[in-house]
């Protein structure tokens, strides 16, 4: 039920299909968002960071080559429309830039760009238990091999592949979650999260140069930095995860999510720390407009 917004109009949920020969469903070429909206009101006024998204997913298209025939403020526009429609108020949005079924084959040129804002109720993704005690995480045997360096500011739907190979590998293990290591070896991200590590009252996160440059990644730093923690971007060995005081993860999906284990290897007392505790608080106090920055 409800409404999805698909080139400018919006269509019922259950009419707004794409055909089999779409060119993204075979060869993977698009580009998407995941956005939430905390509190929504009927303006749709509280999609947290939206214009970030939006940047970021005209800047993937950019990265990819593909011309949105949308301005910016026409996809701020559509997300805040999907979720007063849809009449949410603690939702999920995606909006998603994928070519068409004009043309088949790699050397198709007569293919046209599309654009899909998708929302709908997503209160939470991880369990409350989970923000509260942490993950397990196991350290993945696929790394961010193929999209390296570009992984860093394109949210490009052939980047996941890995993503979720590494996610099934871990829940078949028992895990929560996955970390990917770059091709180096060095902790790259999650499957869909930054990664964090808190040692002697220092907070460290990889450089970008192997994990998506994320919306909430750039949040916490900014809350951390304004609570008067130190901020290291840099490599980091697995030895390092396992021997921190405290690791957690961030996403639009995870939030401030902490890790309690790497590997079967408690990380530090095995339950959130309290520098994970406080970020997780000034985090949800941010999206909750408590402490807007
Ligand atoms: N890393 C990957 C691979 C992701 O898919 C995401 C989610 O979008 C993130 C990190 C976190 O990014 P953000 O905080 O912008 O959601």
């Not at 011309?67 to 009449?87: C, D, G, H, M, W």
């Not at 949410?88 to 046209?112: C, I, Q, T, W």
């Not at 193929?146 to 490009?156: E, F, G, P, R």
């Amino acid at each position: 039920d409800g409404v999805i917004w698909l080139d400018g109009e919006l269509v019922p949920w259950r009419e707004a299909k794409i055909h089999v020969l779409t060119h993204t469903l075979h060869y993977g070429m698009g580009v998407f968002e995941g956005v939430r909206a905390y509190n929504a009101d009927n303006l749709g006024a509280s999609i947290f960071r939206m214009e970030e998204h939006t940047r970021r997913l005209f800047s993937s298209a950019h990265i990819m080559n593909m011309q949105i025939p949308f301005s910016q403020e026409e996809i701020n526009e559509a997300q805040k429309l999907t979720v007063r429609e849809n009449n949410l108020e603690a939702a999920y949005l995606r909006p998603m830039v994928f070519y068409g079924s004009e043309g088949m084959g790699l050397r198709a040129d007569n293919l046209k760009v599309h654009v899909v804002v998708a929302s709908w109720n997503w209160p939470s993704y991880m369990s409350p238990e989970a923000k509260e005690i942490g993950i397990k995480v196991r350290t993945s045997s696929y790394t961010r091999h193929h999209v390296n360096i570009s992984m860093c500011k394109a949210k490009a739907n052939g980047h996941y592949i890995n993503s979720m190979l590494a996610l099934q590998e871990a829940l078949a293990c028992g895990c929560d979650e996955a970390l990917l290591l770059d091709v180096d070896g060095y902790v790259a991200e999650g499957s869909g999260e930054n990664f964090f590590l808190v040692r002697d009252g220092v907070i460290h996160t990889p450089e970008l140069t192997s994990c998506l440059d994320g919306i909430t990644r750039s949040t916490v730093i900014g809350l951390a930095k304004d609570a008067g923690y130190t901020i290291k971007e840099r490599r980091i060995t697995r030895d390092e995860v396992y021997i921190a005081d405290e690791a957690f993860f961030t996403g639009t999906a995870a939030e401030v999510l902490p890790i309690r284990e790497l590997d079967g290897r408690q990380i530090g007392n095995g339950k959130r720390g309290p520098v994970t505790e406080k970020l997780q608080t000034k985090y949800f106090d941010c999206i909750h407009g408590r402490d807007e920055k």
